[in-house]
């Protein structure tokens, strides 16, 4: 039972992390165009800083934990068969959005961004693209 427990916890760590990953950075999409110092702004300041920080950053952590627990339990790492190299790879981008988004979160809360809103719904697909990758590479485990 225990593989199964803790799959249930990756899978919902998961989700919620990409819940995250989805939609911080529509919320810079309209930040780009809210006047600086103005409410709507500040308001947008705190929702990007709470979800960051309250949802994002603990769901990734525990996604990974987790996950190199399943791991450990299937007795990949020693394998390190194809299929989950690759997954780890887009897992790794992933992680780097990441980080690289809680920069983007700093860089507004000092009123500091330059990027426009096309660039923001453009970074909004990377996520997109490497969930349906990694949910297939994991599922359909291809050149096993
Ligand atoms: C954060 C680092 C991650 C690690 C170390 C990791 C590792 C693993 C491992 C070892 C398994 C069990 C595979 C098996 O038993 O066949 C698994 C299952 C799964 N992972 Fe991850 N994973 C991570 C992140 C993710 C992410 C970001 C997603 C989706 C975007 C994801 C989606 C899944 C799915 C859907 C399963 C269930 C597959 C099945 O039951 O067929 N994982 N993960």
């Not at 934990?65 to 690759?86: R, T, Y």
Request: glycine share 6%.
């Amino acid at each position: 039972m225990t593989y199964e427990w803790v799959k249930v916890v990756h899978l919902l760590a998961v989700i919620s992390w990409m819940a995250g990953l989805l939609y911080l950075p529509r919320l810079m999409v309209y930040h780009v165009d809210a006047d600086k110092g103005g409410e709507l702004s500040e308001t947008l300041k705190t929702m990007e800083r709470r979800l960051l920080k309250a949802i994002m950053t603990p769901a990734m952590i525990v996604s990974w934990v987790f996950g190199i627990w399943l791991g450990v339990l299937q007795g990949l790492w020693s394998e390190l068969p194809f299929w989950f190299v690759c997954k780890l790879a887009m897992v790794a981008v992933m992680s780097a959005m990441h980080v690289w988004l809680a920069g983007q979160v700093r860089v507004f809360a000092a009123d500091a961004n330059i990027r426009s809103g096309k660039f923001f719904r453009v970074m909004n697909e990377v996520p997109t693209l490497l969930l349906i990758g990694i949910v297939c590479f994991v599922v359909v485990k291809p050149f096993v």
